[in-house]
């Protein structure tokens, strides 16, 4: 998946995330969140992974019974995000990193961005606070990327494309950057041709097995 890819993916779901609530977020396997939320159009799911060669950003039906896999971010993001309710979606920059704006929870005047680092090995899935801009915790303590070290807990998060730059929404309000597509990514996603994911196989994520559909980054030919 490429930066354009990604920008058409990420503008569909600013037309369907916005106002969501956050019913729990899961870790799927060692790359992998399953986020549950419910929003105007009732339950629905995002798988989000950083995967190396297979990044994915996708909307599914919530599994009853997913597989999870027990860590520390996996149990943090959990207790940090329960009924959050989620701002805004945007991708940081032209890089392969999308950021999730949320706030409240159990904490209720709680703002946090998530950040996907869809870099290949060097991906990584960062949980930052808001009010302060520093690191609350990350997958990964080493990743290896390319333009900055890891921050760990406490330190001010620098996505790898903007060392030296600002944080979106590091003020302790949501960001008034979004990306702005050209027109003709307009419902790029909607007519990229969908089907359906096997079961447990690597394409669909560990344990999120049952019919569902995803967005096929590819245009239509």
């Known amino acids: 998946m490429d930066a354009l890819c990604l920008a058409a993916i990420v503008q569909e779901l600013q037309a369907i995330l916005p106002g969501a609530e956050i019913n729990r977020i899961q870790q799927l396997d060692r790359w992998s969140l399953l986020l549950v939320f419910y929003g105007g159009q009732g339950p629905g799911g995002l798988v989000l992974s950083v995967m190396p060669g297979a990044p994915r950003v996708e909307l599914c039906r919530p599994p009853r019974k997913p597989a999870v896999h027990v860590s520390r971010f996996g149990d943090l993001i959990a207790s940090k995000t329960k ?91 949501s960001s008034s950057t979004r990306w702005s597509a050209d027109a003709s990514l307009t419902g790029w996603t909607r007519r990229a041709h969908c089907r359906p994911a096997l079961p447990g196989s690597a394409r669909d994520g560990e344990g999120t097995g049952g019919p569902r559909r995803f967005l096929d980054p590819r245009p239509p030919r």
């Open 83 to 173: 009924g959050a309710v989620i701002e805004g979606i945007e991708q940081v920059g032209l890089d392969r990193i999308v950021a999730i704006h949320l706030r409240g929870g159990p904490l209720s005047d709680a703002a946090m961005t998530l950040y996907l680092e869809m870099l290949g090995a060097a991906g990584n899935m960062v949980l930052v606070d808001r009010a302060t801009g520093t690191v609350t915790d990350r997958l990964r303590a080493a990743s290896g990327r390319t333009g900055g070290a890891t921050s760990g807990p406490g330190e001010p998060y620098r996505p790898p494309s903007m060392i030296g730059a600002s944080i979106p929404g590091a003020s302790g309000k």
